[in-house]
């Protein structure tokens, strides 16, 4: 494995969901201040990494399953673990179905429903690979991911009204109280995948700058995917958009290049990032399953979910029942993001303190 994969991994999968799924749920949480919502979420993601790491660090053979079962039990830890299982399954149903109507609405607009949804099952593909192979995987994409998603970030500056960004301050904060706000920590959720390896793999106290600087990289793309939609439309047509980044790129008209539009090359990208991702979504839910609950071969878990999966996208009626269903899902997504890291981080203390 490549020493730098986990860093690559980690940022393109956090650019990937903040270039697509982010900006959709910001732009409805709030009316003004959009920087703060964004940030505040920035901030407390990297709260909650370090308390991660920081639990990893003292069991570095172990993941985060394997702590809970050594010093919980494993009935507890079932207990426990189950908002997280919750969150890979609805994950792995909810975003291949929003992106399969995305690309029928975008591309290929012939073709029925079940035929895009199908290709999603290639995932359990690339999950049976293993996580070394996803990660290299990661490295080989992020050349042509990344500065496809900044040529189209950078092309779409041409139409931005800078008025639209004022007013910059909203004191109320009143993001806090929108359940939208919420439903956007799905979007940086991707640094549990982190607490699924254990961190003598990855982690040494030399290398620890690197995730520090690819943190600190990502600020920049979590401000630009809200307010590019917002410096483009305004906020109050922004708001009212499916796929705010996407309508942006189709606005943005470059004479010289081949292709009509440019949102091809957006998709494309995004598309390319979401596949890893999924991927290794779908990784961590079968490893999760074995490890705590049904321990059967990888194989016949991954067949098992594929079909319950398919079966689960194909009965969701539409993009309007999906944003209904997710206001309920983000208790999950919280509980993800703060009482997992922080349980591997006490559980750490407390076996040092036995240990002495």
């Given amino acids: ?74 009935w507890l830890a079932r207990i426990l673990l189950i908002p997280l299982a919750v969150y890979l399954f609805v994950y792995l149903t909810l975003i291949p179905r929003t992106h399969s109507e995305m690309l029928i609405i975008t591309f290929l607009p012939r073709f029925p429903l079940w035929s895009v949804m199908l290709l999603w099952t290639l995932i359990f593909y690339g999950a049976s690979k293993g996580i070394p192979t996803i990660l290299r995987t990661c490295v080989l994409f992020s050349i042509l991911i990344v500065p496809l998603i900044l040529f189209s970030i950078a092309s779409s500056i041409q139409n931005w009204d800078y008025r639209y960004v004022f007013p910059l301050m909203n004191m109320k904060m009143d993001f806090l109280s929108n359940a939208n706000y919420y439903s956007g920590t799905l979007s940086f959720l991707p640094f549990l995948f982190i607490g699924m390896i254990p961190v003598r793999k990855f982690l040494m106290p030399q290398k620890s700058r690197y995730l520090i600087l690819t943190y600190v990289c990502l600020l920049p793309f979590h401000l630009l995917s809200v ?20 309508a942006v790129m189709d606005t943005v008209e470059i004479a010289w290049l081949m292709f009509d539009r440019l949102t091809l090359f957006y998709v494309v990208a995004y598309m390319m990032g979401s596949f890893l991702y999924t991927s290794l979504v779908a990784w961590m839910l079968i490893k999760l399953i074995q490890k705590l609950y049904v321990p059967f071969n990888s194989v016949w878990i991954s067949g098992v979910l594929m079909i319950a999966l398919f079966v689960c996208g194909m009965l969701i009626p539409n993009l309007t029942w999906l944003k209904n269903v997710e206001g309920y899902l983000s208790a999950t997504y919280l509980y993800c993001m703060i009482i997992i890291p922080t349980t591997v981080f006490i559980l750490s203390k407390l076996g040092r303190r036995r240990a002495s």
């Fill in 227 to 246: 307010y590019n939609p917002i410096l483009t439309f305004g906020q109050k047509a922004a708001s009212k958009l499916q796929f705010p980044m996407l």
């Fill in 1 to 74: 494995m490549n020493k730098y994969a986990i860093f690559i991994a980690f940022f393109l999968f956090h650019i990937d969901l903040s270039a697509f799924t982010y900006p959709k749920y910001i732009l409805g949480s709030t009316t003004s201040g959009f920087w703060e919502p964004v940030v505040f979420s920035y901030l407390l993601e990297g709260l909650f990494l370090l308390l991660l790491i920081k639990g990893l660090l003292s069991s570095p053979q172990e993941d985060l399953i394997d702590i809970f079962k050594e010093k919980m039990g494993k």
